[in-house]
Structure formats: C-alpha cells, structure tokens
C-alpha cells in the first residue's frame, strides 16, 4: 500500500468574496510519464485555522461545491461564525476527503470584514486508483 504524503495551504487571507475557491485538488492535465497512466489526486483535509488579526471580531462562511459557489446545501463550516478579535477557530476531521475528479469538489469561501481572517490548513493527498 503506498502512503498518502502531508500537505498544508495558505495561510491566505480570506476576503468579503464569499465565492473564493480556497482549496481543489483538480490536477488539470493528466497527461503524463510513458508506461503508466495518471490518474487525479484526492485530498484529506484534517485540519483549518483561521486566525482574526484584528482588534474586532469577524465572521467566516465556508462550502463544499462547485467552483465560486456557495449553493443552499453545501454549507460546511462556520456559516457566519464569528471569530473573536485576535483569537483563531479550529476544525479537525480525521480526513474529509475531496476528489480531484469530481467537479463540485471545491473549498469555497470568505469573510464578512475583508482581510480581518487568514485561512491555513493541512492534511494529507493520495492518488485515485
């Protein structure tokens, strides 16, 4: 069995876009070495801070969906959660898995304070096959 290896992203800091894609693990060509045939990677997300810099509080709201959207149904974390001024929110999961091939499969979110939130996470990547 071949081992899932670590990744992290950001931090980046969220904006008032409520439809920012933060995360995807799409890989857009798949064309590749000879002898073998990629295949789309999938995601594990295990862990998201979410850090407020500012001296008030601010909220986030993030989906899982399609690409900058944010349908009725595909709330996933924090609908207008508010983060207390310069304090962080964390989320663990085991893994919350996001394939590549599935085209609603994104990280999609934002703030209600533009810049006021910085989003980081980890987990792990492994190959479909």
Do not use: C
Request: no cysteine; aromatic share 10%.
């Amino acid at each position: 069995m071949a081992g899932n290896k670590t990744f992290s992203f950001g931090p980046v800091a969220l904006t008032t876009t409520l439809t920012t894609n933060i995360l995807n693990a799409a890989v857009t060509s798949l064309a590749g070495p000879v002898g073998f045939t990629m295949t789309q990677p999938y995601l594990l997300l295990k862990h998201i801070r979410i850090v407020n810099k500012t001296a008030s509080a601010a909220t986030f709201s993030l989906w899982k969906g399609a690409t900058g959207g944010n349908a009725a149904g595909t709330e996933f974390i924090g609908i207008g959660l508010s983060i207390a001024a310069n304090s962080a929110y964390d989320w663990y999961d085991p893994g919350y898995r996001f394939d590549g091939s599935n085209a609603n499969d994104f990280l999609v979110g934002g703030s209600g304070t533009a810049t006021a939130l910085t989003i980081q996470g980890s987990g792990e990547i492994g190959v479909s096959g």
